[in-house]
């Protein structure tokens, strides 16, 4: 919970530290930095060990070049339980080195249920015997195709407790076609999902201006980014797909508002993560190289536009 | 893991009970039937116990009415690691009376991730030092947005350990209207979501002619349910929106394929485990009453089409 609103503490940083990189975690039992502990035995438990202790590491190794770490739910969640364990105490790890915390769980669901997912990850839960505090992360990805009533519960659990929320307007993967680039009366179906984060751009909007009901726009389709700009233009942008996927840093101007360089944050996973596999060095050096260079990039990209 | 095709286990159950209701769990710590406990002190582990006393209870009280259990994710995410492990206790309960779990996730991402969440529900991940099985339920639902390439990973993992997949297509809240009834050049975006469903029809088809390549469609949209059969003849229609949403079992017939009672799914939740608030009478009598009247009422439907 913060008295802060999401894009306030983000653009606090984001000037701070001329970065607008979120790490991505996305744990792989089979490519930690320091593998499984050997006098372990296997289990869930143990892997999820490995896996925070992993989480850790890079987070301490590239925290200094980056704004916020975007933990992707799917991997913890396929170590049960003791997955969980593992995301709330990564989640502390970033809390350490003054990360704001993105968890991409992608949710949507209708009214009731997203009150439920609202309160899992921004808010808290009420019980008879009192309250139950959530994940406490400060930003959730959402997807959108249930339509705004999916949304606003989201929303109005995350406005007092300062978080920001996500949505899927045009998503990194070639996939992203089928369904989201199909031609309406009204323009492209990504176009229309644009309109619909808007209607809640007011409702997390904070002092610097831009608005914690932000928008997913990949760097893998930099030619719509103006134009999604132009429809959300106080949305705070996450850019996924630079790096492993193809996006390139210097093509993602047209994804920031003027003067505002925490309208973009742009996430890598593999391309940090998994650095010392393409360029050699031990990996914590490897990752670092890589995020800083990312940075800087990025930093150039949304400020020579100005 | 099953050998045998979820469309085949459905069926077989939905032959031998004359039932196609799928119990929706979604466990509000203000209303579980007994309560929390009070000897207990408070805490997210407390709160998940009573949670899973209070499932088991219904769940007995329920089963031999209903073929399977819709577990809503959301309710145990926000309770924690210890809702995920209460998670994995209804789960059992759920197989010891014969039961098929769906896990109502409605996940949905890029490839990679979407392999992640398929390890996570219906596969196992595996590690350097052996394999990690996951949730082990029957069926996870889906979200479709991200497109055909974000559904094939979980198609190709549910394949082998006999899982099934309900990837959402027109949805029981009034705002599925948002996004999924724009209008396109090809009918509108619901259809071609069916369209993409039925894309991966022939891989989840089990001997009895159905697939587990299944998709939400709702009891509120009654009028569309015709259209949708044709585009997706062998699909499984999962079914929400009957009870507290408005949805009526005599409007259903049409969402059945010919001769295939096991094709439709029907969920309902809060008219069945919240029941004896609306007609009196204790919790499990009223539950098993309110489930008995709907499942009559929906095989009627579905036969009488016939």
């Not at 892997?47 to 980056?66: G, K, M, N």
């Amino acid at each position: 919970v913060s008295e802060v609103a999401f894009a306030d503490r983000l653009a606090g940083l984001v000037e701070e530290r001329h970065s607008q990189i979120a790490l991505g975690l996305d744990p792989n039992p089979q490519a930690l930095w320091r593998g499984l502990f050997s006098d372990a035995e296997n289990g869930r438990q143990s892997v999820a060990e490995a896996v925070l202790a992993h989480c850790r590491d890079v987070i301490a190794a590239v925290a200094s070049s980056c704004v916020a770490v975007k933990l992707q739910l799917a991997c913890f969640e396929r170590l049960g339980a003791s997955g969980w364990e593992a995301l709330e105490a990564v989640i502390s790890a970033c809390q350490e080195h003054e990360l704001l915390c993105i968890a991409d769980g992608k949710r949507g669901d209708v009214p009731t249920t997203a009150q439920a997912y609202a309160e899992a990850f921004v808010g808290h839960t009420t019980t008879p015997q009192g309250v139950l505090p959530g994940l406490g992360v400060d930003a959730l990805t959402v997807n959108p195709l249930l339509g705004g009533d999916s949304l606003e519960p989201l929303v109005s659990v995350a406005r007092p407790n300062g978080a920001g929320l996500f949505a899927l307007v045009l998503t990194s993967n070639p996939g992203a076609g089928d369904i989201q680039e199909l031609r309406t009366d009204a323009g492209p179906v990504y176009e229309q999902l644009a309109r619909l984060v808007e209607q809640f751009d007011q409702d997390l909007v904070g002092e610097c201006g831009l608005s914690g009901m932000g928008a997913v726009t990949a760097a893998t389709r930099p030619g719509q980014l103006a134009r999604l700009r132009q429809l959300m233009p106080r949305a705070i942008f996450l850019i996924p797909g630079v790096g492993a996927q193809g996006g390139r840093p210097e093509q993602l101007g047209a994804a920031f508002r003027d003067n505002a360089p925490a309208s973009g944050l742009v996430t890598a996973s593999r391309s940090i993560v998994d650095a010392h596999r393409n360029f050699g060095g031990d990996p914590p050096a490897a990752a670092a190289n890589a995020v800083e260079k990312l940075r800087k990039a990025v930093w150039t990209a949304s400020t020579e536009r100005n």
